[in-house]
């Protein structure tokens, strides 16, 4: 469920805690789209793995096979960009995953943009209270030193794996062994620099403001 303006309104939560409020639905939609954004590029990426692997073992089988035809027989036979799995094809599934990537980019841009907003509530909360902070948490348990760490592991982890997405990018597209493939879908699919536990800061930020019920 998306968390929108209409359904985190809450007129007893101002200053500091209504934009901590405000900033954790949005890391929370932003989560929402940064998956659709995964399961979009891993499809895009497994055709590429596709199209590659049968272009590999298809050049592969004519070194195998008899001399070539004369020219008169290859020149009756269709341009790569009409063959199955040819130039055209590759090259769409590739703008494909370019797209999901910068569409990724653009996610993580948001979310580095939260992160120097809630900087800026604990750089307040820190001029008024002094470094400890204020005696009576924002609402549950946490400090403003608490939601920075959170967002702060949050941020990391986004941005080491749009990273490793733009690798992929980078490489899936001229690698014709299968079993290097196979990392790079496995790589994308599993996104192992968000384990576990980026999913249970999100849901901890979101009980902790009240997204979530206790």
Known sequence: MEVTSANRKCPAVTGSSRKIKDNAADWHNLMLRWEKLNEDGFTAAENITTITLTRSQSDQRLLLDDPPSPLSDLSQQPPLS?????????????????????????????????????????????????PEGRNVPLFHSWSTKHFNEACGFLLASFQQELRLKQMILQEVGHTVTSDLCMVYLSCWLQQPFLPPQTRLTLEALLLETGHRPL
């Open 82 to 130: 009409e063959q199955p799995g040819g130039a055209a094809e590759l090259q769409e599934e590739c703008c494909k995953l370019q797209d999901v990537v910068h569409k990724m980019v653009a996610v993580v841009t948001k979310m580095e943009r939260l992160m120097t907003s809630q900087r800026g509530v604990q750089d307040l909360e820190e001029f008024h209270f002094g």
